[in-house]
């Protein structure tokens, strides 16, 4: 794969922050104001809700969806894997899934000093990360598998260049 495309993936295969947010203090958006600010729609949002890649941070007196500063780095996130990895909705729900339980497991691990439970939340990082490399390698296969399309297509059109280009001589 091309290294701006690897870097990409591995930029937006980063996730989502995690841990304590820094803006704890900072202002609960409205769907519109989340929306302008990431560059999705607010249809979106909701359809994201819906098959819960997303579960907004609270909501007001009158039921609207009301969305912190964690809510917009995990939308963006959304976003980057969909617009610029080309990943499936399902397949974002996974790796959100997994990055959701690895940052869980990490919690476990540190409360557990029994070793059968440090050991089981170990190899269940184990067979999450086996998972995501599953992904990712997938999507490298397709994306080097267009590639090498698009390659035999130019070489085509090459070889009929050259056809022409011997023919005028």
Do not use: C, W
Request: net charge neutral; charged share 35%; hydrophobic share 40%.
């Amino acid at each position: 794969m091309p290294d701006s495309a690897t870097s990409l993936l591995r930029k937006t295969l980063a996730g989502p922050p995690t841990g304590p947010d820094p803006d704890a203090d900072a202002p609960l958006l409205r769907i519109q104001e989340v929306a302008d600010l990431v560059g999705l729609t607010p249809r979106s949002i909701r359809y994201y809700e819906e098959i819960g890649l997303l579960e907004p941070a609270a909501r007001s007196e009158g039921a609207y969806r009301l969305y912190d500063t964690e809510d917009v780095a995990r939308l963006r996130f959304i976003k980057g894997l969909r617009d610029d990895a080309g990943f499936s909705l399902a397949e974002i729900g996974q790796l959100l899934e997994d990055e959701t339980a690895r940052a869980a497991n990490r919690a476990r691990f540190r409360a557990s000093r029994r070793p059968a439970e440090r050991r089981a939340v170990l190899l269940d990082g184990i067979v999450r990360i086996d998972r995501q490399v599953a992904t990712l390698r997938a999507k490298i296969a397709r994306l080097q598998s267009m590639i090498d399309a698009a390659d035999e297509r130019r070489n085509h059109l090459e070889s009929h260049l050259g056809e022409l280009s011997g023919g005028d001589r």
